[in-house]
């Protein structure tokens, strides 16, 4: 099964990258949102999504979302200043 952060190809188009998004839908049916590497020139490719049967796993190794120091919040710091009022 595939979890977020696999890496994945599609065989027939040759499409590659990382899982970011998994959709279940009511009929039982998985689709799998794969988001690939930046371009050589360094831009944003747009995202593909497959039916996740059609996929081949090339790093099951799932990513884990590390979580900040700092998770935000209220703190209690006199210097802080809400610029919205």
Do not use: S
Not at 32 to 60: C, H, M, S, Y
């Amino acid at each position: 099964m595939i979890k977020l952060g696999n890496v994945v190809q599609d065989p027939i188009t040759g499409f590659e990258g990382t899982v970011t998004g998994i959709y279940h839908y009511l009929e039982g049916c998985r689709r799998v949102q794969v988001t690939p590497k930046l371009d050589k020139d360094g831009k944003w490719r747009e995202a593909q999504t497959f039916d996740e049967p059609t996929l081949d796993t090339i790093n099951d190794e799932a990513y884990v979302r590390k979580e900040p120091d700092d998770p935000g919040g209220p703190k209690d710091n006199p210097q802080r200043i809400d610029p919205v009022r």
